[in-house]
């Protein structure tokens, strides 16, 4: 991997401060080209028994640090991660696909969340309640929830990790990590460097496995565990929240979504376009916030679509390690075929196709960015989260119109509006039923601000005040006379 550092290439699970190997192995392979990369350590059931025994031990003591105690331990973690970027972002473009300065960006992204959290665990602050009764005294205290355990995507392999670890850790919880099979070496490097950084062993603990559903089933079933926090599908979701009933344990859900993106009349069209590409086409659209619909006001819809087409035109695709490439493969052959497959689809119901839209020669998880005009509300394409480069557009006439139809979904989790009249943009970004909505922008996400969905697209949120709240319980102390 020619890194500055082969330290952090890790291939075994950690658990209990230690590396420990499995069974078996799971091939970790470059999708780019199918290159074989690694073989990790394939975790078992048993593995995540003995995690979560691990996080259980180690509560106690890492609780009763001081905040500024764990603070330290965090800023250090933090200035590891930042010291060894660009290790991190080699590893996770070869296991995942994105370009190396998109992955850069993930890293430096990631480990925000880490040093936001190291700063707001110090302001976890009570309350002292005005009594009804003079001979009482009324307060709450925060305090951490307990035994955290989490599942991971493989399209943001290190920033899922530390957008997860890194509020759990701060409030005082411990943390039992299951990253996806696909890019387990970013998560194993970040165990690395939360050993080096000084977390107490159990505090942190990592299990890698091909059986998902036994190792699942510990996570959101052994009592032991306080909270579960996954980041996926809506479907996986709604299985791993069926688990977690049997214990009633807090949750939180970032989930699937089918993000509108609304091009007004009165937008700028080159802000428009950069903020689309931006949205569409970053990690080949395999993105939970990704736009998925593109709504565009007929009276400026020529216009847009050229100058989208020429944009896409324009990237670069290839190996994410390359040079100037702004567009990689897809994670696998099945993502790329279902993006086919949404494509036939459309040209089947009368789409046309104004750019791309097929496989290309650069290897068999290649598939071409994608532009689509013609597409209705009744295609898969509009209904369906799409995952990848593929940007389909429809006219609109009405406000109020468009507004309903991106509301037609059961997904709510990002949408995006493009008006440079104040007034507009305040009344249909209030009406969008999203948790999260962008206007002339493409990019929103920070650590110093709440992440998440409303309806089917999850429950809770990551980032911000709101993130660090989601690890704690609120005690009510009422003291007698």
Request: aromatic share 8%; glycine share 8%.
């Amino acid at each position: 991997m020619q890194l500055a550092n082969p330290n952090l290439l890790k291939l075994q699970n950690y658990i209990n401060g230690e590396w420990r190997d499995g069974a078996s192995t799971i091939d970790v392979r470059d999708p780019a080209n199918g290159e074989l990369l690694a073989q990790v350590a394939d975790g078992s059931a048993a593995d995540a028994e003995a995690a979560v025994a691990a996080a259980s031990a180690a509560f106690p003591a890492w609780k009763s640090k001081t905040a500024a105690e764990r603070a330290a331990v965090l800023k250090r973690w933090y200035q590891l991660i930042m010291d060894n970027a660009d290790d991190l972002a080699r590893i996770l473009t070869l296991e995942q696909g994105k370009p190396l300065a998109e992955a850069k960006g993930e890293i430096v992204y990631g480990a925000s969340f880490i040093e936001w959290f190291a700063e707001e665990c110090r302001r976890a602050y009570g309350q002292t309640i005005p009594t009804h009764n003079p001979a009482m005294r009324l307060s709450t205290i925060r305090q951490p929830v307990g035994v955290v355990t989490c599942i991971t995507p493989w399209n943001f392999p290190n920033a899922m990790i530390t957008r997860k670890a890194a509020p759990a850790l701060a409030a005082g919880c411990t943390v039992v990590i299951k990253p996806a099979v696909e890019t387990p070496l970013s998560a194993l490097a970040l165990c690395q460097l939360a050993e080096e950084a000084g977390l107490p062993k159990g505090t942190i603990n990592m299990v890698v496995g091909t059986d998902a559903p036994g190792i699942g089933q510990v996570l959101t079933q052994d009592a032991r565990v306080a909270k579960f926090t996954f980041t996926g599908s809506t479907n996986v979701g709604k299985l791993l929240m069926a688990q977690c009933a049997s214990t009633v344990k807090k949750m939180s859900m970032e989930l699937g979504g089918n993000a509108p993106f609304i091009v007004f009349d009165d937008a700028d069209l080159d802000t428009a376009v950069a903020a689309c590409v931006a949205t569409k086409f970053r990690n080949a659209g395999q993105t939970c916030v990704s736009t998925n619909r593109i709504y565009v006001h007929e009276a400026v819809h020529d216009e847009f679509v050229v100058k989208l087409r020429a944009a896409v035109a324009e990237m670069k695709i290839g190996h994410g390690c390359d040079d100037g490439v702004s567009v990689g493969p897809v994670i696998h052959r099945r993502a790329a075929e279902r993006v086919n497959g949404l494509v036939q689809d459309a040209i089947a119901a009368g789409a046309k196709v104004e750019l791309g839209g097929d496989y290309l020669p650069h290897g068999e998880n290649y598939y071409a960015p994608t532009l689509i005009t013609g597409v209705t509300d009744e295609m898969r394409i509009a209904r369906e989260e799409i995952f990848g480069p593929l940007a389909p557009v429809q006219k609109f006439s009405d406000e109020d119109d468009v507004v309903r139809r991106a509301n037609e979904t059961p997904y709510g989790l990002a949408a995006y509006v493009m008006s440079e009249n104040i007034r507009r943009a305040n009344r249909v970004v209030e009406a969008l039923e999203y948790g999260m909505v962008a206007c002339n922008t493409g990019v929103f996400s920070t650590a110093v601000a709440p992440f998440g969905g409303s309806k089917e697209s999850g429950i809770g949120r990551e980032g911000g005040v709101e993130g660090m709240a989601e690890f704690y319980e609120t005690k009510y102390c009422c003291f007698g006379a």
